[in-house]
C-alpha cells in the first residue's frame, strides 16, 4: 500500500470500479493512477468495515474515514491506559513512563507494548499544550513575574487620587496553581514580602525559582551567568532553593507566569474593576479571595482543579523543617 493515505474521493472510485463496474484490480489501478496492491488494500478494509454496496449517499466523508481508519487502540481488544491519569502522574517527582508502564502491564498483562504505551502518551500530551511543551515535576520550579495592575481602582483615602499599583503573580511548574498580590511597586522590598507571602500561601517552597531579569531579582543579566540581586540570594538561601533567571529576550523560558499573569489579569483583576479600594490591605484580601477561586475552576482537559492538581502531585513529598520545601 502507498505510504501515504488517497482521498475518501478517490476511495469510493476505487469501490465504484470493482463493485459496480466489476473491473480488474490492473484496470482500476490504471485508470486511478495507483497500485495495485492499494486497490486491494481498500478493499480489504470496506469487506472488514461490515458496510454494504452502494454506499448510504448522506454518509459523510469523515464518518466513512472514522470506520476505514479507526484509532490504534480500536484495531484490538487491548485496554487502554487511563491518558489524563499518566499525565498528572508524570508530574510527581521521580516517576518515570517506564515505571507507570510497569505498574500498567501488572494490571494488565494483555495491554500494550512499552513503545506504543509511550506514543499513546506522547500524542496525548501534544493535545494538552500548543507552544514549548515541557514536563515539569511536583515541586521542581516556580515561575515569577510582576504585572501592571489596570482597571483596578485604589484610592488615596485623603486626596482620592489613584494610586499606582504592580501584581506579583506566581505559576507553579507542573499544576500551574497561581498565587497573586497586588504590591505598590516593583521595588526590591515588593518583590521580597511578595515571595514570603506567597510560600505561606501554598505552605512550600520549589526547589528553584525562575523569575525574569526585573532588577529586584538580577543586577546584572546574562544569558550564562547572571548576577542575583543580593538580599534575593539570601531570600533563596534562606529557603534553601536555587534562583534560575530567565535568558533575556527568551519569553517561554517562563512561559508558565507570562500566562498566568494574563489569566490573572483576566479572571481575578476584571472581576474586580466596579470596586473602589482604599488600603493596599482590601484590594489584596479581594485578590486573594479570587485567586482562591480561580484555583479551583475546573481545568476542562485534565478533568481537576488547579487546586486539586496541585494537592495530587504534591502529597506526601513536603519536607519537614521551617522552609517546608517540597
Avoid at 485508470?31 to 454506499?55: C, D, H, M, Q
Wanted: charged letters at 25%.
Amino acid at each position: 500500500m502507498s505510504n501515504e493515505r488517497i482521498s475518501m474521493r478517490k476511495i469510493k472510485e476505487v469501490l465504484r470500479h470493482r463493485l459496480t463496474l466489476k473491473l480488474s484490480r490492473k484496470t482500476t489501478a490504471c485508470i486511478l493512477n495507483i497500485g495495485r496492491t492499494t486497490v486491494r488494500e481498500y478493499e480489504k478494509r470496506f469487506r472488514a468495515s461490515g458496510l454494504s454496496w452502494p454506499l448510504l449517499e448522506d454518509m459523510a466523508d469523515s464518518r466513512l474515514e472514522a470506520i476505514f481508519f479507526p484509532p490504534p487502540h480500536l484495531l484490538c481488544n487491548r485496554p487502554l491506559p487511563s491518558l489524563d491519569y499518566l499525565v498528572k502522574e508524570m508530574m510527581r517527582p521521580n516517576v518515570t513512563l517506564a515505571l507507570l508502564w510497569e505498574e500498567y502491564k501488572k494490571a494488565h498483562p494483555d495491554g500494550y507494548q512499552y513503545s506504543q504505551f509511550a506514543k499513546l502518551y506522547r500524542d496525548h500530551r501534544m493535545t494538552l499544550a500548543y507552544s514549548m511543551r515541557q514536563e515539569h515535576k511536583a515541586g521542581e520550579k516556580g515561575f515569577v513575574d510582576f504585572g501592571k495592575v489596570e482597571g483596578i481602582r485604589l484610592l488615596d483615602p485623603v486626596t482620592h487620587l489613584l494610586i499606582p499599583t504592580s501584581l506579583f503573580v506566581y505559576a507553579w511548574g507542573a499544576s500551574t496553581a497561581l498565587f497573586a498580590l497586588a504590591t505598590p511597586d516593583e521595588t526590591l522590598p515588593s518583590w521580597t514580602t511578595a515571595h514570603v507571602a506567597c510560600f505561606d500561601y501554598f505552605d512550600c517552597a520549589p526547589k528553584a525559582l525562575v523569575p525574569d531579569n526585573t532588577k529586584a531579582a538580577v543586577t546584572k543579566s546574562c544569558r550564562y551567568e547572571p548576577d542575583l540581586n543580593p538580599t534575593y540570594a539570601d531570600l533563596a538561601a534562606h529557603y534553601g532553593l536555587c534562583v534560575m533567571p530567565a535568558r533575556p529576550y527568551r519569553p517561554k523560558d517562563k512561559g508558565k507566569v507570562e500566562n498566568a499573569v494574563l489569566l490573572a489579569k483576566r479572571w481575578i483583576l476584571a472581576r474586580l474593576r466596579d470596586r473602589v479600594f482604599y488600603s493596599l490591605k482590601d484590594l489584596n484580601d479581594a485578590v486573594l479571595t479570587h485567586v482562591d477561586d480561580f484555583n479551583e475552576r475546573l481545568l476542562k482537559r485534565l478533568k481537576v482543579t488547579r487546586w486539586s492538581l496541585f494537592v495530587s502531585v504534591h502529597l506526601g513529598v513536603a519536607a519537614s523543617g521551617k522552609d517546608k520545601q517540597w
